[in-house]
């Protein structure tokens, strides 16, 4: 039994490190790809396309933390990461120069306050 409980922290905490992963991620690449872009601008555009992708993957990874990690079995901080994080990962979805992809990120919230919706209604 203990190690079903022991098990189960170890994949939260997976799913909180894969959600500060994709939280952190384009963020990183946004702060190497500007000087890049600025020093050789010849190399901005596939730099934008870079970030536009990782924006992509980072909220296509935190969909999958929230899909495998439904909200009533979330601790605070895992909760706190996908929600403010989501909206963090906007401004990358910006610089990534495609404003439609600012809406993106919106997209985890909106699944965080449906899966609590979920568990009221269940209960």
């Known amino acids: 039994m203990a190690q079903a409980a022991q098990w189960q922290?170890?994949?939260?905490?997976?799913?909180?490190?894969?959600?500060?992963?994709?939280?952190?991620?384009?963020?990183?690449?946004?702060?190497?790809?500007?000087?890049?872009?600025i020093l050789a601008p010849i190399t901005a555009l596939a730099g934008f396309w870079g970030l536009r992708l990782v924006v992509v993957l980072a909220v296509a990874g935190l969909v999958a933390?929230?899909?495998?990690?439904?909200?009533?079995?979330?601790?605070?901080?895992?909760?706190?990461?996908?929600?403010?994080?989501s909206v963090l990962l906007v401004v990358p979805a910006l610089a990534g120069a495609y404003w439609p992809l600012a809406l993106l990120p919106l997209i985890v919230p909106i699944l965080m306050i449906a899966a609590a919706i979920r568990r009221r209604l269940r209960r």
Do not use: E, I, N
Request: net charge neutral; proline share 6%; charged share 15%.
């Open 65 to 85: 933390v929230v899909v495998r990690h439904p909200h009533d079995d979330q601790d605070g901080d895992l909760t706190f990461t996908l929600g403010f994080g």
């Open 9 to 37: 922290g170890a994949t939260r905490r997976s799913g909180l490190l894969v959600a500060r992963v994709c939280v952190v991620g384009p963020w990183v690449y946004l702060a190497f790809f500007l000087p890049v872009a």
